[in-house]
């Protein structure tokens, strides 16, 4: 067996055996400047367990980690916290290979590996709040339900104090540093937010009762031990905090515009409404979507209260990375936003109509009728969308104050 690979030992009785991948750089249409890693954690206590498994063509590098502390076939229990693909990938190969004496997962985690697998091996349902013994140790179980699969649970560990957290407070960032307190401030926290927003987002309210069920079971915690990105042991209080806060999606003044162009006109309506925002006491992020990933708008929105799109029309229809992105913001429901559609046209003018019925779909407040350009927009066209900004920006103010 590759022998290159080595656990790290994360407390007294856990070590991390899983893996990195240092190229991934799109994970479902989200953007992983950073790679990422795929984590899988070894308890030694009498009954050997190995909690999630790796995406599977990196099992080699999951086993020479594992076996650089004990051989892979004295692994008695195996737990699925997330049947996902990258955590389950190698699963059927680990199962056939230590041949442990149960399996276990989520009621709707059975359904999901074998639905996976096409397989007939038995997969033990484990109960919320449910407990298994190690015989040394203990782990207790917590369903997680859409957190973000159906599946998800978390597992915890008592004697070690470690929450074996699934993809909930992990990023995708490769390193081969393990822990938090090892990586630059700047990007943990800008990789945690990105994995929030193009992941977790749509699940906020599910993370909301999330954080107030842990609170009532008021676990001590030492470690939180995600499936991607590093393990959390300085900086726990403030991702649960960070979770809480991005969960609420509390108002603020900050306004997000998003277009493309094509002769320049929208892109000349967007300076002006930027300006209009700004003059008015916003904070204005302006994203031309010829430069901007649809992963990093969405970063962008998790503090927004504003969204402001601008397309030219096209073959009476929005521009494509428009579509792409607008589309892709759908998906992620983001809420309490308000906003208003502009842009430019030659012949016809669809592109304005459909992007405001795509925000009124997303349920944003639309503050005003949008704005159209003929060819080139006129100083009059300028200044209503420099109004435009003005008004944004005011009625920013008015959310944050509570007035409306």
Request: glycine share 6%; charged share 20%; net charge negative.
């Amino acid at each position: 067996m590759n022998n290159t690979f080595s656990a790290v030992k994360i407390a007294d009785h856990v070590y991390w055996v899983g893996a990195i991948d240092w190229t991934l750089r799109d994970f479902h249409g989200y953007l992983t400047s950073r790679g990422t890693t795929y984590n899988a954690y070894l308890i030694l206590a009498d009954k050997i367990t190995l909690i999630d498994t790796v995406k599977a063509p990196y099992k080699d590098e999951m086993l020479s980690r594992i076996a650089s502390i004990v051989e892979p076939q004295r692994i008695t229990y195996v737990v699925s916290n997330h049947s996902e693909m990258d955590h389950s990938g190698c699963l059927p190969d680990m199962i056939e290979l230590a041949k442990p004496e149960k399996v276990f997962a989520s009621a709707m985690g059975v359904k999901a590996l074998h639905d996976h697998f096409h397989w007939d091996h038995e997969i033990i349902s484990i109960k919320d709040g449910e407990s298994v013994s190690l015989g040394n140790m203990n782990l207790r179980f917590f369903e997680t339900k859409m957190l973000h699969w159906p599946d998800s649970m978390f597992t915890y560990l008592p004697e070690e104090q470690v929450l074996f957290s699934q993809d909930g407070f992990g990023m995708h960032l490769a390193s081969s540093e393990r822990f938090d307190d090892e990586i630059s401030d700047e990007i943990l926290y800008f990789e945690a937010a990105k994995y929030y927003a193009n992941i977790i987002l749509p699940f906020s309210p599910i993370v909301t009762r999330t954080l107030d069920k842990l609170l009532k079971l008021n676990l001590p915690i030492n470690l939180i031990a995600t499936d991607h990105g590093p393990i959390w042991r300085k900086g726990i209080q403030k991702i649960v905090d960070l979770y809480a806060k991005w969960a609420r999606h509390d108002p603020s003044n900050k306004c997000v515009i998003i277009y493309d162009t094509m002769w320049q006109s929208t892109r000349k309506m967007t300076q002006a409404i930027a300006e209009g925002a700004a003059a008015a006491g916003a904070k204005v992020k302006v994203m031309p979507l010829s430069a901007s990933h649809r992963s990093d708008v969405a970063v962008e929105m998790l503090d927004a209260s504003a969204l402001l799109v601008g397309s030219p029309t096209i073959n009476t229809g929005i521009f494509p990375t428009v579509a792409d992105v607008m589309t892709y913001l759908d998906g992620l429901k983001p809420s309490n936003l308000i906003g208003a559609a502009f842009g430019s046209y030659g012949w016809s003018g669809e592109a304005v109509r459909i992007v405001e019925d795509m925000l009124a779909e997303m349920r944003v407040e639309l503050v005003e009728k949008a704005i159209s350009a003929k060819y080139v927009p006129t100083d009059g066209i300028l200044a209503q969308c420099h109004s435009l900004g003005r008004l944004v920006a005011e009625k920013l103010k008015q959310r944050c104050s509570g007035t409306t």
